[in-house]
């Protein structure tokens, strides 16, 4: 049976950047368990692909959202750069359509400086200055921020991935976390594919949509509970793309609930899309139709604790926004018409065919209400991390080097032994956790 000290559950974005950290700072066997036969096949490879800065970011209810954007977003620039991964800083135009969300583009001007973007890198445009940039842009003002850049974070990931088995972290690949149970005072972690165990004395567990199942599991968070949505996206036919050359994206108009207008996007590689709409799925991998089985629908609906999603599903609101989400999943017309509010030049022969659809697994806590922020769980061999949602990716590299050091101030990192002379990184830690100023 392999033994290690510490065990990362699940080689997204998250578990991945966390083993780099780790591995850098520690000595120690450090393991990473995924099912996939890579990193990144799903939510981590499946998103919108920007580097958000954190303009739109409440620096008082999504803190450690705000921060850790702001901070990576220097540091894969940084690394962008070092390894040639595609970096592409297109910038983003928030726009408000309707009169009352004007007041918001305001606010978005604060919360830029206040998260520290600097002056330079956002303006407030009227509509005409939007035209003037974007002529089939329609709206009443937004928030031009300028450096927003479009990355592919699949290759982010495999790049650290490689950083990490280098600093001497083994991936196990095909490895489906099944059970786990306590023996002797060490973790054990069955394989549901094969059977086979490892012995860790302390897990991380990072596994995106299946993180809540993990941490209940281990009767941790049996408070919380969640929901998927699957964001979809629609590809524009290349004649059409370059008529927008920037990220539109519209001001939210549901801020309690996690209903965007579609945006558009381009992507790294030059390919606009419009997307992600917010689809009610059954599963954090159900990428068509909405559930993959009858059995995880039933699980998903009798799931515990079940008053969470009870108080949700009684909110008019979620209900009317959850309907015209699905309409928009099965309507081309329906999807169109929502990103037609600011692109009225858009029409339904632009869109020529689906693109790669993304899940989101939103906790909702015992009030009915969705978690604003990442929820992180402990017990004494384990620390879950739950809602780790948009912009996650963004934040990752920044995020991570925190978790590492909170997770060694309570003491958790028993089985490392903090490295003397550290290893070389092309991030600086020491001025990361400076900048973490809270
Ligand atoms: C539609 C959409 C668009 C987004 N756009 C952006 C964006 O533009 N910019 C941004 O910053 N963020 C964006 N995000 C958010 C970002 O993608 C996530 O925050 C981030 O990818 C989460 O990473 P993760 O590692 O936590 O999860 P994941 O990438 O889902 O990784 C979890 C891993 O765990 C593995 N796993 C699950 N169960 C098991 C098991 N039992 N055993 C072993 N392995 C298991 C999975 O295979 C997976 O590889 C978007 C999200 C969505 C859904």
């Known amino acids: 049976m392999e033994k290690f000290d510490l065990t990362i559950l699940g080689g997204g974005i998250l578990g991945t950047c966390l083993s780099y950290w780790s591995s850098l700072l520690y000595e120690g066997k450090i393991a990473v368990l995924e099912k996939e036969k890579d990193v990144a096949l799903h939510t981590s490879g499946r998103n919108t692909g920007v580097v958000h800065r954190p303009f739109y970011l409440n620096p008082e209810k999504k803190k450690v959202f705000a921060r850790s954007a702001q ?3 220097h540091l894969w620039k940084k690394y962008a750069l070092l390894r040639n991964l595609p970096w592409k800083e297109i910038g983003t135009i928030e726009v408000a359509v309707e009169k009352e969300e004007v007041n918001s583009l305001e606010k978005y001007m604060s919360w830029a400086l206040q998260n ?6 956002v303006e407030y445009l009227s509509g005409e200055q939007v035209r003037a940039k974007e002529p089939y842009v329609h709206c009443l003002g937004a928030v031009f921020s300028k450096t927003d850049t479009s990355v592919d974070y699949k290759s982010f990931t495999s790049s650290i991935k490689e950083e990490a088995r280098d600093q001497g972290v083994d991936f196990l690949f095909n490895f489906e976390v099944g059970k786990i149970f306590v023996e ?4 054990k972690i069955v394989n549901s594919r094969d059977g ?3 012995e860790t004395k302390f897990l991380i567990n990072c596994l995106g949509g299946q993180a809540i199942d993990c941490a209940h599991k281990m009767r941790v968070g049996m408070e919380y509970t969640d929901l998927h949505f699957r964001g979809e996206y629609w590809q524009i036919h290349p004649d059409q793309a370059k008529c927008i050359e920037r990220n539109i994206y519209s001001v939210p108009r549901h801020k309690e609930l996690p209903f965007l207008d579609p945006h558009w996007i381009v992507r790294s590689d030059g390919r606009r899309e419009i997307g992600p709409n917010a689809v009610l799925v059954s599963g954090a991998e159900t990428y068509s139709g909405f559930f993959n089985s009858a059995g995880e629908l039933l699980k998903k609906i009798f799931e515990r604790p079940m008053t969470n999603k009870f108080k949700l599903f009684t909110n008019p609101e979620f209900l009317k926004l959850a309907k015209e989400e699905w309409m928009s999943s099965i309507s081309k017309k329906n999807m169109l018409k929502r990103v037609q509010r600011f692109i009225p030049h858009l029409k339904s022969n632009f869109l020529i065919q689906k693109g790669s659809a993304g899940v989101r697994s939103s906790v909702i806590d015992p ?4 978690a604003k922020e990442v929820v992180e769980l402990e017990s004494p061999t384990s620390y879950h991390i739950l809602n780790y949602n948009s912009p996650g990716a963004t934040g ?3 995020y991570t080097a925190f978790l590492i050091d909170k997770l060694e101030k309570k003491g958790l990192l ?4 903090k490295r003397k002379i550290g290893l070389k990184s ?3 830690y020491e001025e990361i956790m400076e900048n973490f100023n809270f």
């Open 414 to 417: 028993k089985g490392l032994k």
């Open 396 to 398: 990752a590299p920044a």
């Open 184 to 187: 002797n005072e060490l973790l």
């Open 116 to 121: 520290g973007m600097d002056e330079s890198e």
């Open 426 to 428: 092309f991030w600086d």
């Open 196 to 198: 086979s165990i490892i």
């Open 71 to 73: 901070i990576s977003y």
């Open 367 to 370: 009030n009915g209400c969705f």
